[in-house]
């Protein structure tokens, strides 16, 4: 126990994470809500509009600043969307809450119409038992069913990645019949079939392009050789980028969280080469990469870069990571006409089916 109050309460679990506990009363909470969920630069630049109109606005209240010559009285405050309107702006997500441009829109009522969970229709980036994940085909389908998805695509692993039993192209050409087949007996789900490509150290990809033509889409990644210097790695995934077959860009930075580090990578010439190949760029909503970090994806957006929400589910129960995701593009100021996946399935099948360099 860190701390015992009348109205707070502070302990350290025995994981070393601390936690508070706030009691406040109702007039309050809107208040407290507001402080405790906007990042401290958010709060500053509020606080600091407050008192350009004469207020003060702490996580107790919002007052007229003492001596303050204005006439009109503050209103009364029952949640946290009326602090905001007192002060001019447009109710501002909590997801946007970085003082990084938030306020410019919301005080010209241009604020996004951020992505909901809801508006997801399918994803692309999964494996299954004949790579590294757990569970079979048949499985994941189900699972997607249970979702309610209107389409799901497979990408196992390709031959470079060894350690996770990556296919090779008798077994990915064996596995892609296999869909196929499946594919034409589902009713309430478009099944894809595609491949998680190694990216190799050059640029180049895993299996020639006459393998990849025959996939629905391709999924490229590094997972190899990650000690390139920046210009290296970039210059090796804009390669891979140029390629016409290469349908998106799995999680550019390599990170795995609380694990390993981003490899040197330029994320600008990366989301540049994206916008001007065509390219979409992967949301991996694992919780151990998330990336393309948050902090990229509003330049992405601006650049007419398409988003992809993939789970990278090596389980059947990895799907629901796409909750997560949804947290993230809603973040990085994506709407649901920013995100690939959240294209209803008629024309998600027109925009598989049209060649990549007809999408730009």
Not at 332 to 337: A, D, F, P
Request: glycine share 6%.
């Amino acid at each position: 126990i860190l701390a015992h109050g009348s109205t707070k309460s502070s302990i350290r679990l025995s994981n070393g994470l601390q936690c508070d506990l706030r009691a406040v009363s109702s007039d309050e909470w809107p208040f407290a809500l507001m402080y405790f969920t906007g990042s401290k630069e958010h709060n500053v630049e509020l606080r600091s509009r407050a008192v350009q109109q004469e207020l003060t606005l702490n996580e107790y209240h919002l007052h007229p600043a003492k001596g303050a010559k204005r006439e009109d009285p503050t209103p009364d405050i029952v949640e946290e969307a009326d602090i905001y309107h007192e002060l001019g702006l447009q109710f501002i997500d909590p997801a946007l809450r970085e003082n990084r441009g938030e306020f410019d829109a919301a005080s010209t009522g241009l604020l996004p119409s951020l992505v909901q969970q809801e508006n997801l229709r399918g994803t692309f980036h999964n494996h299954t038992t004949e790579s590294d994940g757990r569970s079979t085909l048949a499985e994941m389908v189900a699972a997607a069913r249970d979702l309610g998805l209107a389409y799901l695509g497979i990408s196992d692993h390709s031959k470079s990645t060894f350690q996770a039993n990556g296919l090779n192209e008798e077994r990915l050409l064996a596995q892609l019949e296999t869909i196929r087949n499946l594919d034409a007996d589902l009713d309430d789900l478009d099944l894809y079939a595609g491949n998680e490509v190694d990216i190799l150290r050059d640029g180049t990809l895993d299996f020639d392009d006459g393998i990849l033509a025959q996939l629905d889409y391709v999924v490229a990644s590094v997972h190899a050789s990650f000690n390139l210097t920046e210009e290296q790695m970039t210059r090796r995934i804009i390669r891979a980028m140029e390629n016409p077959h290469v349908t998106m860009l799995g999680h550019l930075s390599g990170r795995i969280l609380l694990r390993r580090e981003a490899y040197s990578v330029n994320h600008g010439k990366i989301i540049d080469c994206a916008a001007e190949t065509g390219t979409i760029i992967e949301l991996n909503c694992s919780a151990k990469r998330m990336d393309m970090d948050w902090s990229w994806w509003r330049r992405a957006r601006d650049k007419g870069v398409k988003c992809s929400l993939n789970p990278d589910a090596h389980h059947a129960n990895g799907l629901q990571d796409l909750h997560f995701g949804i947290r993230v593009a809603r973040k990085g100021w994506l709407t649901r006409e920013d995100i690939l996946n959240c294209l209803p399935a008629e024309d998600m099948r027109n925009w598989l089916q049209t060649p990549k360099a007809k999408r730009i």
